[in-house]
């Protein structure tokens, strides 16, 4: 099974989940007999086959899908994975030079986002404050008990090199 939310690589707003399930993935949700009601896949599967869903659908969740299936694949796998290692490669960089460290050991980062820790101890609720202030920016400042503790830049969805040089230009601003 996969199961993931539409809203990082995709660029949709937050609210959608898409999953897929194997032949072997639906044979072990039939060995379960209280299989819940949001997340019975053979319920989902019996549904599709008449081009139904079990629940009201989010259609312009499901409109805007189809949109950015169209822009992915006009972008192309092989494009789209290339421009985010290119990106992704850009925000490296730029946490290296600043003298930050990463949250996520080597070997267990993503390519679409970068958890920066704070090593440098700077105030990360007013860098993202200022951020949004100054430049109409927003990044994510942590959540629980990483909050302050880390920051989060992406580089997915619609991220280039331009709009990503952009961002990190303005953090630097913002940092001083």
Not at 128 to 143: A, M
């Amino acid at each position: 099974m996969l199961l993931t939310g539409a809203q990082k690589a995709l660029a949709l707003p937050p609210g959608f989940a898409l999953f897929s399930v194997s032949e072997k993935g639906f044979a072990r949700a039939a060995e379960v007999n209280d299989r819940g009601y949001y997340f019975d896949f053979l319920e989902f599967k019996k549904q599709q086959e008449g081009d139904m869903t079990p629940t009201t659908p989010s259609v312009g969740h499901i409109h805007a899908l189809a949109s950015q299936l169209d822009v992915f694949f006009a972008e192309g796998l092989t494009n789209r994975y290339a421009r985010h290692q290119r990106t992704n490669a850009l925000v490296h960089d730029w946490v290296r030079a600043r003298g930050f460290e990463f949250f996520a050991p080597e070997g267990a980062r993503s390519v679409t986002l970068t958890c920066v820790k704070n090593s440098r101890e700077i105030d990360v609720a007013g860098l993202t404050k200022s951020l949004r202030e100054k430049h109409h920016l927003v990044i994510d400042g942590g959540y629980g008990r990483i909050k302050g503790k880390t920051f989060r830049l992406s580089n997915m969805g619609y991220e280039t090199e331009e709009t990503g040089g952009h961002r990190l230009t303005c953090l630097d601003d913002c940092l001083g």
